[in-house]
């Protein structure tokens, strides 16, 4: 982070180059790394317990709006900013921070389980959280708002096409030729190295000296850092337990870090998009950002 950083002030990563990185590891490298993580660490047996797994990210995610929601109204978030702090609130970076972050915590067998959380995160942000978005467009009347359509694109982007290619591949019980093994492998291991090379530029491309901590600010990262993990953390060790749900400790740890990644990198997009509040935007994921440095050892200190 730290090289990319330095690096893009320097000059010497064109403008063009954060995206073309993200390209490269959304398109390429990540899905590559997925089919040869679940070919690794799955079985047609475990395939079933898998998807079982799905439940807790999913009532964490419910409930993380529903208080998001019930938060907008007390502190009164204003018209271009609700959409944001909702989703900055219910959705993470599970891309550029939690899959590198994961592997480097816990490695390649905690991927079964980070695909989990990512399933439910995708579809939550493409389904729910672009709406919210776009429905707090200040630009709009009331009766004008434009009807939401699901973007069905968005909720197959490649990693996620690439962990279903990875399933029915799986599935057939053929085994993966050598040379395709090892050519996934090497493209694979881009991902992390690249990922933190691409936040690192995005840190200086928002001008950290710009970054300015309002009350929705802090409660969006309250929200983020303390309520998304404190709600993850129940789930897993009182509500799983006592419902007689067997949850692996390496599953739960994936799901109680993932639940504390930062705000995804995409909302200053999303809220320019929406007419929203843009610098709102960029706060919060800079922020958050930031901070996950500190938040995440907290995580692994309460987990261990």
């Known amino acids: 982070m730290l090289l990319g950083y330095i690096l893009r002030l320097k000059g010497w990563f064109a403008d063009t180059f954060a ?177 933190l090379v691409y936040i690192g530029i995005v840190l200086a491309d928002s001008g950290i000296k710009n970054v300015r901590v309002d009350k929705d600010s802090a409660f969006a990262l309250i929200g983020r850092f303390v309520i998304a993990p404190a709600i993850m953390i129940l789930l897993v060790r009182l509500v799983a337990p006592s419902v007689g749900l067997d949850v692996p400790k390496l599953m739960g740890e994936t799901f109680i870090v993932q639940s504390g990644t930062p705000a995804l990198a995409v909302l200053p997009v999303l809220a320019d998009e929406a007419h929203g509040d843009v610098d709102y935007a960029t706060n919060v994921v800079v922020l958050s950002t930031i901070l996950f440095i500190v938040v995440v050892p907290i995580l692994m200190m309460i987990t261990a």
Do not use: C
């Open 19 to 195: 995206g073309n990185i993200s390209k490269l590891i959304t398109q390429i490298a990540l899905p590559a790394s997925i089919f040869i993580s679940v070919q690794n660490n799955l079985t047609r047996g475990s395939l079933l317990n898998l998807f079982e797994n799905l439940l807790l990210p999913f009532i964490g995610v419910v409930i993380s709006y529903i208080i998001a929601f019930v938060l907008v109204k007390i502190i009164k978030v204003p018209v271009g900013r609700r959409g944001i702090f909702i989703n900055t609130i219910a959705n993470a970076n599970t891309i550029f921070i939690g899959m590198p972050l994961n592997v480097a915590l816990f490695g390649n067998k905690a991927m079964p389980y980070f695909l989990v959380y990512y399933i439910i995160n995708t579809i939550s942000t493409w389904a729910f959280g672009v709406f919210l978005i776009k429905n707090d467009d200040p630009t709009l009347i009331a009766k004008e708002k434009k009807k939401h359509k699901i973007e069905w694109k968005k909720l197959l982007p490649m990693p996620l096409v690439g962990f279903l290619v990875a399933i029915i591949w799986l599935l057939t019980g053929l085994k993966l030729p050598t040379f395709a093994s090892q050519t996934f492998t090497y493209i694979g291991n881009l991902v992390t190295p690249l990922s």
